[in-house]
């Protein structure tokens, strides 16, 4: 009876120590990798010198590694650090380019770079104010990084002049960085108005510019000087700088 006794001790240790070697340890928890990468910002223009920042996240929240690496495909145009500020510095397109560097997923915007004098933008809206006559209304956008002033506006009938401000009544400034809507109006027959056509004149950054604005787009160009009696380059006609 001893004998067996202890033989059945033997068995259930044999047993019991057979069991917890074939026990595979603990596995740890796997590692959680970014899936996604969520940039705060969007296809976007930016004139040369400006500086942004664009904010950018990883997800899942709980990823092991969530640091991140930033691109420009052109840093002559568009230069980035690690910390994701961004400078313009020439005129083009660059992409720019954010990714998970423990993952390798990615995302991406586009960013254009223009000159200051390509973000003064001027548009013609227009208003009915009766059966036969409606309002020409001179909108002008500065989305620029410099002040504008605006010194003259000459009004065209195709090319035949109609109106202009020689009498030292037109002055306007436009602040960086804004919009300003309703610069200047014109009525007449509503036959007639899609042949009005104006011309802005303004300085900025010690620079004298013309800017003819027609019904659906508009031309600035680089003009050497105007003043009153002195037209730049176009005709006969006179344009006035007002002081």
């Given amino acids: 009876m001893k004998t067996f006794k202890i033989i059945l001790i033997l068995i259930v240790g044999a047993l019991l120590f057979g069991c917890g070697k074939d026990t595979p340890p603990p596995m740890p928890d796997p590692v959680v990798l970014p899936e996604r990468v969520v940039m705060y910002a969007n296809d976007s223009s930016m004139a040369i010198g400006s500086v942004d920042y664009i904010l950018a ?23 980035i650090n690690e910390t994701g500020r961004i400078e313009a510095e020439n005129e083009g397109t660059a992409i720019i380019t954010v990714t998970a560097k423990a993952s390798g997923v990615s ?6 770079v ?3 004098i390509k973000r003064i933008r001027g548009f013609l809206t227009y208003e009915q104010l009766s059966e036969s006559n ?33 009498q030292s009544s037109f002055k306007q400034r436009v602040p960086a960085q804004s919009i300003m809507y309703r610069i200047y109006s014109y009525t007449m027959h ?33 003009v050497h000087e ?13 344009t006035y700088e007002i002081p």
């Fill in 190 to 222: 509503s036959a007639w108005m899609s042949g009005l056509n104006t011309k802005v004149f303004f300085r900025m950054n010690d620079q004298n510019y013309a800017m003819t604005v027609y019904r659906e787009n508009f031309h600035t160009e680089l």
């Fill in 134 to 166: 409606m309002s020409m209304v001179l909108n002008i956008e500065n989305t620029s990084n410099a002040e504008v002033t605006l010194r003259n506006i000459e009004l065209y009938h195709d090319l035949q002049l109609i109106e202009d401000y020689p």
């Fill in 114 to 116: 223009e000159s200051d």
């Fill in 107 to 112: 995302t991406s915007i586009k960013v254009t």
């Fill in 226 to 238: 105007f003043s009153v009696g002195i037209d730049p380059e176009w005709g006969d006609d006179s």
């Fill in 57 to 79: 996240r990883v997800f899942p929240e709980n990823a092991a590694d969530r640091s991140l690496v930033w691109s420009s495909s052109d840093p002559s145009v568009v230069s």
